[in-house]
């Protein structure tokens, strides 16, 4: 069975541009996370969908970034405008929300803003 | 407020040598415990998970790790370490919403390097 996705792999865009960062969570996961990791702030969660619903997304670190799930197979994150201090690595985690308790993590989107 | 503290930034070790990693939680509650371990590039890949029962747990590669509330610790071990294992490891405290899993919060995590 196919892991997480994430899209793209690498991404180095300029301070101000729009930053679109994708997910595909495993088939038949519930639940979908974005998590930030940078040197200086660890592994953070950003925010976490259930059945396609954001529940918390109280680590969003502000309103230039925003995360929809438009159905049960697909997540974005967006950062509008993308800011220098924004370069890390995005990671999505998927998991099955009653039973697994297990979160399942893609191979991340490093982020590098000029 | 929840928390988990690797006191461990960096450990070296040499091949065949014992592991233990240390991990420390903050959490009100009975807790839903991970390792998890990172190869340079890679995502987050499960190594162990405690919900109940008994406080020694088995996981992948040959890793174990021992619950103990009274010490709100959650130490990851291995007898022998191979050098495939040099990766960082990363300690997690999941919340309990019900009985299901809300949020994980992890540790600032503890880079192994492994001497040949």
């Known amino acids: 069975d196919a892991g997480v996705i994430q899209s793209p792999r690498h991404e180095v865009t300029e301070m101000g541009q729009e930053v679109t960062l994708r997910c595909k969570p495993i088939?038949?996961?519930?639940?979908l996370f974005w998590y930030r990791q940078t040197m200086m702030r660890g592994l953070e969660l950003l925010i976490y969908f259930n059945n396609n619903v954001p529940i918390d997304d109280s680590g969003m670190p502000e309103d230039r970034f925003s995360a929809k799930m438009p159905n049960a197979s697909f997540s974005t994150l967006k950062i509008q405008p993308s800011e220098p201090r924004d370069s890390a690595v995005y990671f999505c985690?998927?998991?099955?929300?009653?039973?697994?308790?297990?979160?399942?993590f893609g191979p991340g989107t490093r982020l590098t803003v000029l | 407020a929840q928390s988990v503290t690797q006191p461990d930034i960096h450990i070296t070790v040499s091949e065949g040598a014992s592991l233990e990693l240390r991990c420390n939680y903050s959490y009100g509650a009975t807790p839903y415990l991970f390792w998890y371990v990172q190869s340079p590039g890679q995502g987050l890949q499960l190594l162990l998970k405690?919900?109940?029962?008994?406080?020694l747990v088995q996981g992948i590669k040959g890793f174990e790790a021992e619950f103990k509330r009274s010490q709100s610790s959650f130490n990851l071990r291995k007898p022998s370490v191979h050098w495939s294992d040099a990766a960082e490891y990363f300690c997690?405290?999941?919340?309990?919403?019900?009985?299901?899993?809300?949020?994980?919060?992890f540790g600032r995590g503890t880079q192994l390097t492994v001497w040949p």
């Open positions: 997690a405290v999941g919340e309990r919403r019900g009985s299901t899993l809300g949020r994980l919060y």
């Open positions: 985690a998927s998991s099955l929300w009653v039973s697994e308790h297990t979160q399942y």
């Open positions: 088939s038949g996961h519930n639940s």
């Open positions: 405690y919900f109940s029962g008994d406080t």
